[in-house]
Structures are given as structure tokens and as C-alpha cells.
T-cell receptor, first 111, second 116 residues
Framework: GDSVTQMEGPVTLSEEAFLTINCTYTATGYPSLFWYVQYPGEGLQLLLK?????DKGSNKGFEATYRKETTSFHLEKGSVQVSDSVVYFCALPDSWGKLQFGAGTQVVVTP | DAGVIQSPRHEVTEMGQEVTLRCKPISGHDYLFWYRQTMMRGLELLIYFNNNVPIDDSGMPEDRFSAKMPNASFSTLKIQPSEPRDSAVYFC??????????????FGPGTRLTVL
């Protein structure tokens, strides 16, 4: 069945460093792909999405490119801030509208 | 729009008691999802509804858990009797995949349940 695999955390890095969180997927067809974030004590919020192959989703300095040749949707940010210290989830929907989430990656950015 | 509304935000109860969690989805959304999140198991889908009808309840852990959606604007998740291992954060989410084909899910703030 459809699934996503993302790198385990925590990922610890210094402020202004480059962030990459790997996400690969297995799917029938070419579904949309999502990155969600979860702030402490809150529900998940959509960070960005891409709806078809080669699309690039972007928001708040984060980017991810939908690459069907490598079945990947890696999340990147060129210069992280302490406020980016949250948990990130990769996800894809199945044909029934149900989202398959990755296990989540906690990012810790130190000043 | 007020977003997905959940109540209560926090619930502390004793083992054996009945617990009812409530959710109001975003108006116009035709899908509603219940999730449970714990440190050990991460985010788990419990059940989801389409147009108020349960579609897949395979994630419901056992018969002590039940969910209903009597109308398009309200859903409940009930645990009876509750056990300490049910302690978790329960999220409700909604989407309009079936109509607008926007398959993004919108999450509520969650209910933190503690069973003593």
C-alpha cells in the first residue's frame, strides 16, 4: 500500500545552518505530497504541498520538490532559525482521501 | 472560519470512567478523521467518516472505543471504560477531498486525555 518514510530525528543544528529532511514514498499513481508541522501543544498544520511531479512547494523559506524518478519529497531550508524547532511530518493521500503520515522528524535549532 | 473545534482541550479521568471527546469540523468539509498521538506509537488514524458515514474504523484499538457522526457539523469519540493506556492526545481533522478535491487535512488543537 501507499506509504512514506522519513528520516528519524532529532535533527540538531545551529541557527543559520542548512536543513534537509528526507522523505521517500511508495504510491500507486502520482498523488499530492505534503509536509506538515506540529508546534508544541497544537495540531498539525500544512507547511507546503506539491500536487504533481516536478512541482516545487514552498512556504516560509521551506521548499520541497516532488521527484517521481527518485520517489522523494525532501524538505529543505537554507537558513534555519530557532523558531523552526518543531516536528515535521511528510504525508501523502490515498485514493480514499486518507493521509499516510511519516513518523515525524523533530528538529532542534540552537542559537 | 473558526477552523476545527475540539472539546475539551484537556481531560483527566479515572480508570473505568466513560470519556467523550467532541469535534466540530470546518463547515462544508465532507471528510472527518480521528487520530491518536503518543510518544510510543506516533500519530495513528483511528477512524474516518465521509458524508457522516464511517468508512474505515480499522484503527480503532478495541471495542471500548466508538465514534459517531450524527450530522455534518458534529462528531464524538467515546471510550468506555477508559484505561491508563488510553492516555494520549486525540486529534480531529477535516477535509473536502470528496468535493473540492483539496486533499489537505485541517487539524483541531487536540484533546489531551489523561487516565489515572
Amino acid at each position: 500500500g501507499d506509504s512514506v518514510t522519513q528520516m528519524e530525528g532529532p535533527v540538531t543544528l545551529s541557527e543559520e545552518a542548512f536543513l534537509t529532511i528526507n522523505c521517500t514514498y511508495t504510491a500507486t499513481g502520482y498523488p499530492s505530497l505534503f509536509w506538515y508541522v506540529q508546534y508544541p501543544g497544537e495540531g498539525l498544520q500544512l507547511l507546503l504541498k506539491a500536487t504533481k511531479a516536478d512541482d516545487k512547494g514552498s512556504n516560509k523559506g521551506f521548499e520541497a520538490t516532488y521527484r517521481k524518478e527518485t520517489t522523494s519529497f525532501h524538505l529543505e531550508k537554507g537558513s534555519v532559525q530557532v523558531s523552526d524547532s518543531v516536528v515535521y511530518f511528510c504525508a501523502l493521500p490515498d485514493s480514499w482521501g486518507k493521509l499516510q503520515f511519516g513518523a515525524g522528524t523533530q528538529v532542534v535549532v540552537t542559537p | 472560519d473558526a477552523g476545527v473545534i475540539q472539546s475539551p482541550r484537556h481531560e483527566v479521568t479515572e480508570m473505568g470512567q466513560e470519556v467523550t471527546l467532541r469535534c466540530k469540523p470546518i463547515s462544508g468539509h465532507d471528510y472527518l478523521f480521528w487520530y491518536r498521538q503518543t510518544m510510543m506509537r506516533g500519530l495513528e488514524l483511528l477512524i474516518y467518516f465521509n458524508n457522516n458515514v464511517p468508512i474505515d474504523d480499522s484503527g480503532m484499538p478495541e471495542d471500548r472505543f466508538s465514534a459517531k457522526m450524527p450530522n455534518a457539523s458534529f462528531s464524538t469519540l467515546k471510550i468506555q471504560p477508559s484505561e491508563p493506556r488510553d492516555s494520549a492526545v486525540y486529534f480531529c481533522a477535516s477535509s473536502s477531498y470528496g468535493t473540492a478535491k483539496t486533499d489537505e487535512q485541517f487539524f483541531g488543537p487536540g484533546t489531551r486525555l489523561t487516565v489515572l
